[in-house]
């Protein structure tokens, strides 16, 4: 695997460009999260990704796109799709329509559905990435299956090691979150990921959302457990065990001597959106057997926070993405 220096240059995307249209695998820097892309139109190069993740193929994956050409001719455009992408694409929007008539993406990306993920990052590097193999890019998140999310290429390395051809590495991801995952196929929007783009964001483009709860078609993906440490995790924690680490939020910690993370000393929920994930690997590192939690308010990127750290704790055993 070659990892490139931060800021790759123009020869070493056209280099990771060759690798892609080759069928290969290469992780890219996005404002969310690292991903890990093949050509979402090649069936072997997808199924390597399901196969270096271990990720269950029931669970579909999202074609990065770089223009809105591109975009509309994998899916169906309706009014609403118009409307969130020109408010927010390039970003962290990821968009559930149902497939073009002459969807060029693997049937295996879709994991059988009719409709397709679609999204624009908001990076240089995925954007000329994108550009330069001429092709949409399936990637998932840069992880084994079930495991935190990667913000860094360290991360990447880390985790999926020489399962992947050619790290490209762009430094921290600004977000830190995964993008919002919004199902727009007959009736009423629905939200099927929080994200660092919320809810009001959202429905003051499009008008109310439903939940994914609310109907039969969710993110095949939000399985219960996810971005699972290998320590516990106790939410809502009050207090702090001897023994135990702390993922603290806010200025007012309760007293503890062990391994410690703030999220945002200054309460900044996007500020702890951006540290979460690195946080929680470090305090995991650390070898402790339960991580607690401090409150986070449920309010505006609080909600996409909480979602993540209600997984991390959620009971393992079922495969997660
Ligand atoms: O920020 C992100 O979205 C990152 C970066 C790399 O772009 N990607 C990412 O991909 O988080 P992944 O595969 O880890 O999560 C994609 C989510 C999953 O929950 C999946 O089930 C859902 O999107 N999804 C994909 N296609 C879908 C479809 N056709 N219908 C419903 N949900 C879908
Ligand atoms: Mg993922």
Same mark, same amino acid.
Do not use: E, F, I
């Given at each position: 695997m070659t990892r490139t220096p931060v800021l790759p240059d123009q020869d070493a995307i056209g280099r990771a460009a060759g690798v892609l249209r080759g069928g290969g695998l290469v992780a890219f820097p996005t404002e969310t999260v690292y991903g890990l892309g093949?050509?979402?139109?090649?069936d072997d190069a997808v199924a390597r990704i399901f196969a270096a993740k271990g990720r269950p193929r029931f669970n579909p994956l999202i074609s990065h796109v770089a223009s809105l050409d591109m975009a509309r001719r994998l899916g169906d455009f309706g009014p609403v799709a118009e409307r969130l992408t020109e408010a927010f694409? %390039? +970003?962290p929007l990821t968009i559930v329509v149902p497939r073009a008539a002459?969807?060029?993406?693997?049937l295996l990306a879709s994991a059988g559905l009719d409709t397709i993920a679609i999204r624009m990052p908001d990076h240089p590097i995925a954007h000329a990435l994108i550009g330069r193999a001429g092709r949409p890019l399936a990637a998932?998140?840069?992880?084994?299956?079930g495991g935190i999310s990667p913000t860094t290429a360290a991360h990447v390395a880390e985790g999926l090691g020489e399962r992947v051809d050619m790290i490209l590495d762009g430094?921290?991801?600004?977000?830190?979150l995964e993008s919002t995952v919004v199902a727009l196929v007959g009736g009423v929007p629905r939200l099927l990921r929080p994200g660092t783009l919320t809810r009001a964001d959202l429905e003051r483009i499009c008008g109310p959302l439903a939940d994914a709860?609310?109907?039969?078609?969710?993110? %095949? +993906?939000?399985?219960?457990?996810?971005?699972?440490?290998?320590a516990m995790l106790r939410l809502n924690a009050a207090d702090v065990a001897a023994g135990e680490a702390l993922l603290a939020f806010g200025p007012d910690l309760p007293p503890h001597d062990g391994p410690t993370e703030n999220l945002s000393p200054s309460g900044n929920l996007l500020e702890a959106a951006a540290n979460l994930f690195a946080m929680l690997r470090r305090l995991d590192a650390s070898g402790v057997g339960t991580i607690a939690a401090m409150p986070i308010p449920q309010t505006g990127i609080g909600e996409a926070i909480n979602d993540r750290l209600q997984r991390a704790a959620a009971p393992r055993g079922e495969p997660g993405l």
């Open positions: 093949g050509d979402a139109t090649n694409w %390039p +970003g002459r969807c060029p993406v693997s998932p998140s840069a992880n084994p299956s430094g921290p991801c600004a977000l830190g709860a609310d109907n039969a078609v969710q993110a %095949p +993906g939000m399985l219960k457990s996810h971005y699972a440490p290998d």
